[in-house]
């Protein structure tokens, strides 16, 4: 693992290519790491580049362009080792110190510089937001028919006869009754424990059946 392994990401409003314009250019690193010099070895345009690091250190650097909304991260890489030796712990952490600082100082100073005419909270170009999108109209949700309800059946009524009645008024204890069918006459005593039955014949005359 290099001694001084390092990763910067800042996002700046602007597009991909302007921002590969201006940093890629050899002065931009010099200014921003004086102790190295960069050396390209893949150009890739619009999403950045790849050196070698030459000087005081040795190793690799990249700058990768990511396009993100209305603008652009900008991801730093450096990998490097000092070129005479290993450096002990706090000069280590101050040089570790000082690449990450001078990076981000000048991202910093790239991004004021191509949003210098940005309004704050205004993007490059505008975003869709929820006015800009018309409202879709909801499907309509029909009502599910309601079960039809048959009626239901009414309880059938049984009337009793003459006979029929007497002989439940007789069970329920009530006072003796007379009924008299076309042809046929009943009488019911309380009490009695029996029930004679006799049939009314043509002449009009009672006997026994």
Request: glycine share 6%; with cysteine.
């Amino acid at each position: 693992m290099p001694l001084v392994d390092l990763a910067d990401d800042t996002f700046v409003v602007a597009e991909p290519a302007r921002l590969a314009r201006r940093l890629t250019a050899p002065e931009f690193w010099r200014a921003c790491w004086p102790s190295v010099r960069l050396e390209p070895y893949h150009d890739r345009g619009a999403e950045g580049a790849r050196w070698y690091v030459r000087g005081e250190f040795t190793g690799t650097a990249e700058l990768w362009l990511e396009p993100c909304r209305d603008g652009t991260v900008v991801h730093v890489f450096l990998r490097a080792d000092p070129a005479r030796g290993p450096l002990a712990g706090r000069r280590l952490a101050r040089v570790r110190r000082e690449f990450a600082v001078a990076v981000k100082s000048a991202m910093f100073a790239v991004k004021d510089e191509m949003e210098a005419e940005r309004t704050v909270g205004v993007g490059s170009q505008p975003l869709p937001g929820p006015a800009e999108h018309a409202a879709e109209p909801e499907p309509a949700i029909e009502p599910e028919p309601e079960p039809a309800i048959e009626p239901e059946p009414e309880p059938t009524v049984h009337s009793e006869s003459p006979a029929e009645q007497a002989r439940s008024a007789e069970l329920a204890g009530d006072d003796p009754q007379v009924v008299d069918e076309p042809d046929v006459h009943v009488v019911t005593v309380v009490g009695a424990q029996d029930r004679r039955r006799v049939d009314r014949r043509d002449d009009g005359r009672p006997g026994p059946r």
